[in-house]
Structures are given as C-alpha cells and as structure tokens.
C-alpha cells in the first residue's frame, strides 16, 4: 500500500509559479512510477504527466515547457514545478503512484489509464 500526501497548493496570478510537492510513504524508486494528474470540477480526472523509475519524464501537450516533474529519491519526495501558469491550470492537482510495467530496464508508467493510488488532492487556482 502506497500512501501519497500533497502539499503546496495556493493561489497565484496566471504567469506566476507554484511548486506542488508529494510525499510518498513507502518508496523503493525501482518499483514505482509517480505521477500528476488534475481534475476540474465536473470533468474527467487528466493526466499531466510522469516520471518513470529511472527519471524519464512525460508530460500532457497542454503544460509541455511550462511544467517540470522531478523526484528526491533521498527524501521520498515527488515534485510538480509549473512555471507561466495559466487560468487554465486551475484544478485539485492529485499524486498518484502506479507499479507500472517494466521495461528497458526500467519501471515505466501506463499510458491512458488510472494509476493504482493517488493522494487527497491540492488546490490549484490561477487568476486571469
């Protein structure tokens, strides 16, 4: 079981930052992918991308180059930083944790499909 706690959430104006920071529980780098996903009220949950076990990253085309997501393997930590945040970004911004596939000598994350667990959700919201 895997437990996933968000924090860093807030307001911001759009064009501003924000780095949102998930705290794992239980952590073996080798055998998790992490993930972001987000969701508006009255829509579908959306994925915004990952990180696979050995640090490779994919993201959605909608925050490609405005958003980076990286990892501490020392602290157990996942990161989302969003740069030039748009009033399109305002969500409830979930971590989620999956045992993924392994492949090229690596855990890689699924494609089009819900992660295995996701944490309580931090508020996101950017004003025009």
């Known amino acids: 079981q895997v437990q996933l706690t968000e924090s860093g959430g807030g307001s911001v104006q759009a064009g501003g930052s924000l780095r949102l920071s998930c705290a794992v529980s239980?952590?073996?780098?080798?055998?998790?992918?992490l993930g972001w996903f987000r969701q508006v009220p009255g829509k579908v949950r959306e994925w915004v991308g990952h990180i696979d076990s050995d640090g490779r990253t994919t993201y959605a085309d909608s925050v490609t180059g405005r958003f980076t997501i990286s990892k501490d393997n020392t602290k157990y930590t996942l990161y989302l930083q969003m740069n030039n945040l748009k009033h399109e970004d305002t969500a409830l911004y979930y971590c989620?944790?999956?045992?993924?596939?392994?492949?090229?000598?690596?855990?890689?994350?699924?494609?089009?499909?819900?992660?295995?667990?996701y944490g309580q959700g931090t508020q996101v919201t950017v004003s025009s």
């Open positions: 239980t952590y073996h780098g080798s055998n998790y992918c």
């Open positions: 989620a944790a999956d045992s993924g596939y392994y492949r090229e000598h690596a855990v890689r994350c699924p494609r089009d499909k819900e992660f295995g667990y």
